[in-house]
């Protein structure tokens, strides 16, 4: 059962409308890292609360406890719980998404405010903060719901809302939250499957549907060492400088092949067979689609194969920043007295091999960074923390949950979508698999370069709108699929 024509026209007419509302919402900066800005990100929650509230949706806030972040104990924001429609006869659809972003500044090398949503007239581009991680999917969802809210329509599959606030962060919280609601009598029992907006396409020119995600653990060292920042002229080549331990630390983490060096933690993939190898050749990608989406030619190597098992299946160590040194412009000089280096690792995730897991990676790497510092022969001390994690996750894409997304994308796109496991974590995935024993389906709206945690993050007008309708459209096909069962 195709979405009505009516609905496709009704997207296409609202079409300002929305791109308003996605520009309110890219105007509240709810970073959830970031401890002076935890005001916004539960800002960021009631305002999405108040909009669906508007559009029929039962809601309630849900207190997910506290938090210590900069060394401040902090109520996590709230999680968003809804309802819409209780017919025993219609399927349950539970939508998640997060309200939460990464923290941006102007001063990164964004070309405008990442809080003001700019509309570029030329290409399309809905560039901010959130345009398409995630805000710009969760108001598709909204999009949808204010057609039928507006026409007096019914949906044709009843609909559970799941919406937090700390997805950038780990999702604090959220877990215990699910596991709690999925018993019986709870919120979420009985929710037939789920469906979640919160990745991309491979490229530019093909939409996907993802079935697989690795996972993370998330690593935060640090090197102490004088009791205050000490001048270079008078200190140099006098003390341990915890800069030069952890920038000697860092770079023995992951080569510039990008190599893993913590031993052990390579040697738990499986090698791809050929049989595997010939499922991504058949995918359409090509190193000129990481490159453009990267900005720069400087992708690993030109083998197709080896990039997307780089960027789907096999783990990856990145460093992700120091922090407490100087960062300033000028010339100051200072030997920091403490400093933090930031890396994580993406964990193996294949459908037919035992993954990768946090419990198994982290002692190797907290192992490795020991015996690592202890080479150094410094008086300085290394700290080691976990920030968070999570494990891979793999769906049956043959489920009537896909199958209806299938239908939905071809009807939407003209074309099929490509069937694909994704680089990226969204840890509440398996959570949502596991404590509901449903199928759980990755529905991207963006595409392959809307430079989501970077600079200049953008969301396509097209696929702002189009995807809009291939969300209304999905529980169209899925009501359809399902009308006997």
């Known amino acids: 059962m195709a979405a009505p024509a009516e609905f496709l026209q009704y997207i296409d007419a609202n079409a300002d409308a929305f791109i308003q509302r996605l520009a309110d919402a890219v105007a509240i900066p709810s970073i959830s890292g970031d401890a002076k800005r935890r005001g916004d990100v539960v800002r ?5 609360n108040d909009q669906l509230k508007a559009l029929g949706v ?4 849900v207190d997910l406890g506290k938090q210590v972040l900069d060394g401040q104990e902090l109520d996590l924001p709230p999680a ?3 309802t819409l429609g209780q017919d025993p006869a219609k399927k349950t659809v539970l939508i998640y998404g997060h309200f939460d972003v990464q923290p941006a500044n102007k001063s990164d090398g964004w070309n405008t405010d990442p809080f003001t949503l700019v509309v570029n007239k030329e290409n399309g581009q809905l560039i901010g903060r959130g345009s398409s991680d995630d805000k710009g999917p969760i108001l598709g969802w909204l999009n949808v719901l204010q057609y039928h809210h507006e026409k007096g329509i019914p949906l044709p599959v009843n609909l559970k809302f799941c919406f937090e ?6 999702s604090e919280g959220l877990d215990e939250l699910v596991q709690n609601e999925a018993k019986p009598g709870g919120y979420f029992h009985g929710v037939d499957c789920a469906c979640i907006s919160d990745n991309y396409w491979l490229n530019t020119r093909t939409p996907v549907l993802t079935y697989g995600l690795r996972g993370l653990t998330y690593f935060k060292v640090t090197v102490s060492g004088p009791a205050r920042d000490l001048h270079s002229g008078v200190f140099g080549r006098t003390v341990h400088e915890p800069m030069t331990d952890l920038v000697h630390l860092l770079g023995r983490l ?3 092949q990008g190599n893993i060096l913590v031993p052990g933690v390579e040697e738990m993939v499986a090698p791809a067979d050929e049989q595997e190898k010939a499922i991504y050749q058949k995918l359409d990608y090509s190193t000129t689609d990481i490159e453009e989406a990267a900005g720069n030619t400087i992708a690993l190597t030109s083998d197709k194969v080896d990039l997307l098992m ?3 299946r096999n783990p990856s160590l990145s460093l992700h920043g120091i922090e407490g040194a100087f960062s300033e412009p000028g010339a100051k000089t200072v030997i920091p007295a403490k400093v933090s280096g930031k890396f994580s690792i993406r964990i193996f995730c294949i459908d037919w091999y035992p993954p990768q897991t946090p419990e198994a990676v982290d002692p190797l790497v907290i192992a490795y960074l020991k015996s690592e510092y202890a080479k150094l022969n410094s008086k300085n001390t290394l700290t080691i923390e976990n920030l968070h994690g999570g494990k891979p996750w793999v769906a049956d894409h043959t489920h009537w949950n896909f199958e209806a997304a299938k239908k939905a994308t071809k009807a939407v796109y003209k074309q099929d979508p490509d069937l694909t496991r994704e680089g990226g974590s969204i840890p509440v995935t398996l959570t949502f698999a596991e404590s509901l024993g449903v199928n759980v389906l990755l529905l991207p709206m963006g595409r392959g370069d809307d430079g989501a945690h970077s600079t200049n993050e953008k969301l396509d007008r097209s696929n702002f709108i189009e995807g809009s309708k291939l969300l209304g459209s999905y529980l ?10």
Request: aromatic share 6%; no cysteine; hydrophobic share 40%.
């Open 58 to 61: 039962d809601t309630k806030l």
């Open 476 to 485: 169209y096909e899925l009501a359809a699929l399902t009308k006997n069962q």
């Open 310 to 312: 780089g960027r789907m």
């Open 254 to 256: 992951v080569d510039t």
């Open 80 to 82: 968003i719980l809804g």
């Open 44 to 48: 960021m929650a009631h305002w999405l």
């Open 165 to 170: 606030g700390m997805e950038e962060s780990g």
